[in-house]
């Protein structure tokens, strides 16, 4: 099925996530019900505390594991919760055959180390690819799983036929969770861009992404990227994500970027769903690489 090509008021592609995440689940049902080799593909979600937004996105995650024809299972902790008690939770699910990925949200509260607890995730159960395995996978160009949001990224540009071969690619932002396997992914074999790397000591962020064909925006500051530094039809996908009194705004001032972007993204409903949608595949591969 064709994604319905939809423009913002200043003409640019606007790079739909939530329609694409709705695809993406509708196409996995369909590989799910279609496969009877497969078992009942579990994705299990540990959630520690109360902090209110991961609850939100851990509902969302369980929600869309169903519609995918996956099976959710939540193990859920207080935030008094000890690093022990933690490690013990993730453990037992780690040797359990019947989950096939595990995804713990994160941040964990206060006074718990996540570093301990996501080393028990073994890769293959490793569903939002975090661990040192994953990551070391990653660069070394091996088979396993690639963290969700900057993956979400990459199907945004390949699902709306946006080239990256040859192309100029900014990413600002080199967290492990999302920067840096951005760049790995733009600039590995196959996508093959030429990527430059902006954080926050970076000089010069306008002179940095003005002739970017690609900009991806990662650094949680409202409204960083305006039209000054957008390169006239070039991409722009916004994955920061801060809370105002106005409401959830991203990196991208969408504004003034959309009148001169080739794509964009709107924020909310372009990367968030993305990210959910490839925590679904990897979910799906996960329980094949398990088979
Ligand atoms: N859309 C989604 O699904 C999704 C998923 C995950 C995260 N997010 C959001 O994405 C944002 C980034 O997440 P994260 O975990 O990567 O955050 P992070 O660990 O705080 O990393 C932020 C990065 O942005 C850089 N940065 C900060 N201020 C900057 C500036 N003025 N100019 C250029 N670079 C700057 C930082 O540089 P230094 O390294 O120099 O400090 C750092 O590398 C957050 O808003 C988060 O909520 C969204």
């Given at each position: 099925m064709a994604l319905e090509i939809k423009h913002t008021a200043g003409g640019a592609?606007?790079?739909?996530?939530?329609a694409l995440r709705d695809q993406i689940i509708a196409e996995l049902a369909e590989e799910v019900a279609g496969d009877s080799s497969l078992p009942n593909v579990c994705l299990a979600t540990v959630l520690v505390g109360d902090d209110k937004p991961?609850?939100?996105?851990?509902?969302?995650?369980?929600?869309?594991?169903?519609?995918?024809?996956?099976?959710?299972?939540?193990?859920?902790?207080?935030?008094t919760a000890t690093q022990a008690e933690v490690e013990a939770a993730v453990a037992e699910l780690a040797e359990d055959?019947?989950?096939?990925?595990?995804?713990?949200?994160?941040?964990?509260?206060?006074?718990?180390?996540?570093?301990?607890?996501?080393?028990?995730?073994?890769?293959?159960?490793?569903?939002?690819?975090?661990?040192?395995?994953?990551?070391?996978?990653?660069?070394?160009?091996?088979?396993?799983?690639v963290p969700c949001t900057p993956q979400g990224v990459m199907e945004l540009l390949g699902r709306y036929g946006i080239e990256t071969k040859g192309k100029k690619a900014v990413v600002i932002g080199r967290s492990t969770l999302v920067g840096l396997p951005q760049v790995l992914l733009l600039?590995?074999?196959?996508?093959?861009?030429?990527?430059?790397?902006?954080?926050?000591?970076?000089?010069d962020l306008v002179e940095a992404c003005r002739d970017a064909d690609i900009i991806v925006a990662a650094a949680g500051i409202a409204g960083l990227i305006t039209a000054e530094h957008v390169k006239p039809g070039a991409a722009v996908l916004d994955v920061g994500i801060s809370r105002t009194a106005d409401g959830i705004v991203g990196d991208v001032d969408f504004e003034s970027v959309q009148a001169v972007a080739g794509a964009i993204t709107p924020m909310p409903g372009g990367?968030?769903?993305?990210?959910?949608?490839?925590?679904?595949?990897?979910?799906?591969?996960?329980a094949r690489m398990q088979q």
């Open positions: 592609i606007l790079l739909d996530g939530n991961s609850r939100v996105y851990v509902g969302s995650k369980q929600r869309k594991a169903v519609e995918a024809g996956l099976s959710s299972r939540h193990v859920e902790l207080p935030a055959p019947t989950v096939h990925g595990i995804l713990v949200q994160l941040p964990l509260p206060d006074g718990l180390d996540p570093e301990p607890v996501l080393d028990l995730l073994p890769p293959e159960k490793d569903v939002d690819g975090l661990t040192e395995r994953s990551m070391g996978r990653l660069v070394r160009g091996r088979d396993g799983h600039g590995a074999k196959g996508a093959d861009a030429t990527v430059t790397l902006a954080h926050s000591r970076t000089a990367t968030g769903p993305m990210t959910i949608a490839c925590l679904m595949q990897n979910t799906l591969a996960a």
